[in-house]
């Protein structure tokens, strides 16, 4: 059994990151997300991660 999230998961957990995005705009908070969508990248095909995805390049794109 592996201690690390499932990818379904990490992409909830991070949805809900998401909505801070627009009142906070730190560096640090960006590269973390950044990495949370390095690492979701290679289980894009899951509707959970793929929304993550798509939410999270559209917020990328506007900052």
Do not use: F, I, K, N
């Given at each position: 059994?592996s201690n690390?999230p499932?990818?379904e998961a990490?992409?909830e957990?991070?949805q809900?990151v998401?909505?801070?995005?627009?009142?906070v705009r730190?560096?640090?908070?960006?590269q973390?997300?950044?990495n949370?969508?390095s690492?979701?990248?290679?289980?894009?095909k899951?509707?959970a991660?793929?929304?993550?995805?798509?939410?999270y390049?559209a917020i990328?794109?506007?900052?």
């Open positions: 059994m690390r499932e990818p990490a992409a957990a991070a809900r998401l909505a801070y995005v627009p009142q730190s560096d640090r908070l960006l973390q997300l950044h949370v969508e690492a979701l990248q290679r289980h894009s899951l509707p991660v793929a929304e993550w995805l798509e939410e390049r990328a794109r506007t900052g």
